[in-house]
């Protein structure tokens, strides 16, 4: 690991003071892994039932776990069946404050690569509308596909600067901002980032930081609620911007945070009801965390009825209707959504995603995509292949190879699972099944 620059070391020690010797102790210590339970498709119970791996519970969230390394969850059929999601430990803990009700509209302004907004997805259930940013449309990519994996099909990803955002004025009922910081709080995980540290340091993040949350602040509804996070340890990129929001709002108002073993309070007594997480005092490596209020009546955002031409209807095999309730479908250059019915200003915005993306339209024929595939379950389509986790053609699926399925009294367009979890599609034909499984989604 490189070595840790000067001005780091004398910030940590003054906030440390004797505990700042454990605190460099715990460079030299095993880094814990963490996944987090995907409960839009799996409860936590039924997901320990079957669960593959040695796991320990996270204290601070209800559906994260501690897992072994060398279990390499990664590669195992129920991650790419979107089971879970694997996140730092400390990472958990934003999302799990922000206190999500079914209906709302949620806005996670700085996403990528998707971890939280997956979280925030499985607080709605599938109801209201989530809106997943990143200044970044490389990583908005990324996030797009964690999205589409997890099996969310009510947000929009989007690929915009948010301190630069006009339009969505008192919009969103809940806002998530996970800054871009200096990330302090990751150099025992990724050493490299202490020469971006070196180039840059805390100063280079404020203005930023700043600028995202005064312009947050503008979108949240009165009596809306919004999380400011970061992985840095800095009072100037924590404290400080807290202290900035609170000063351009009388009506902001920070909120306490449940507490777990290890937590430690803001260092003001201003953000005191902030919280953060150090790596030798839990197992993680490290957060800052404020939960805001700003108060006030909040009006709900209803969804309007449904716009759809009944015509399009007639484009999606009837094994599909069972999705299109209270949605909008929408066809775009031979491509086929379903977006949530919710007026709110998107137009001109660089929109990478608008709803659930069904598929393509080719020849007056419908090709279903994997986005379609992974947001359903098995009582929504009746042509199955289900295979049993110890099936060999479940791995062989997963790398895109055509199968023998002549066991399987089969035909046509079938949806693939393993133990009754959709991976994706495939076309059957004299008990061959042609793989649809997505290259980018392989099997490595």
């Known amino acids: 690991m490189e070595k840790l620059p000067e001005d780091y070391l004398r910030l940590m020690k003054e906030l440390l003071n004797d505990e700042f010797d454990a605190y460099l102790n715990s460079f030299s210590k095993e880094r814990s892994y963490g996944l987090r339970v ?17 796991l320990e519970p996270i204290p601070w969230t209800e559906d994260g776990f501690y897992y072994r390394e060398e279990d390499r969850p990664a590669k195992h059929p129920y991650y790419f069946a979107g089971l879970y999601y694997l996140q730092e430990p400390s990472a958990m803990l934003p999302a799990q404050v ?6 709302d509209i949620v806005l996670d302004a700085c996403a990528a690569p998707g971890g939280k907004s997956s979280k925030l997805a499985n607080k709605l259930q599938g109801t209201g509308l989530l809106v997943s940013n990143d200044i970044s449309a490389s990583r908005a990519q990324v996030l797009l596909k964690t999205l589409e994996n997890e099996g969310v099909s009510n947000a929009y990803v989007m690929a915009e600067d948010i301190s630069k955002l006009n339009g969505f004025e008192e919009s969103f009922d809940k806002i998530l901002i996970d800054a871009p910081c200096s990330g302090q709080g990751m150099f025992r995980k990724e050493s490299e980032l202490i020469s971006s540290y070196i180039e840059r340091g805390s100063d280079h993040y404020v203005p930023i930081q700043k600028q995202i949350i005064a312009s947050a602040l503008r979108m949240l509804k009165p009596g809306g609620m919004m999380v400011y996070s970061t992985c840095t340890f800095d009072p100037k990129e924590d404290e400080e911007v807290i202290e900035y929001a ?20 803001g260092i003001s007594e201003t953000t005191k009801e902030c919280v953060r997480l150090y790596p030798h005092r839990i197992k993680g490596e490290g957060h800052f965390v404020a939960l805001l209020k700003k108060e006030g009546e909040r009006k709900k955002t209803l969804p309007r009825p449904s716009i759809t031409d009944k015509n399009l209807k007639g484009l999606i095999p009837k094994g599909f209707h069972s999705i299109l309730k209270d949605k909008d479908l929408i066809l775009r250059k031979d491509k086929l959504y379903l977006e949530p019915s919710y007026d709110i200003p998107l137009q001109g915005k660089r929109i990478l ?8 339209i080719r020849h007056d024929r419908f090709k279903p995509s994997q986005a379609l595939a992974m947001s359903l379950k098995e009582t929504d ?17 997963l790398k895109c190879e ?43």
């Open 402 to 444: 055509t199968l023998d399925v002549k066991d399987k009294d089969l035909k046509g367009l079938v949806l693939v699972l393993v133990d009754h979890f959709p991976l994706g599609f495939g076309n059957i034909s004299s008990g061959i099944l042609k793989n649809l499984y997505p290259a980018n989604y392989r099997y490595q």
């Open 381 to 397: 389509y009746d042509n199955l292949l289900n295979l049993d986790l110890q099936d060999e053609r479940v791995i062989r699926y």
């Open 38 to 54: 995907n409960t839009s498709k799996i409860s936590v119970d039924d997901f320990l039932k079957i669960a593959p791996f040695e």
């Open 246 to 265: 609170l000063s351009l709002d009388e009506d902001l108002k920070l909120i306490p945070i449940k507490g777990c073993e290890g937590f430690m309070p």
């Open 353 to 360: 995603r608008s709803g659930l993306y069904l598929g393509e």
């Open 98 to 103: 922000l206190p999500i009700e079914e209906g």
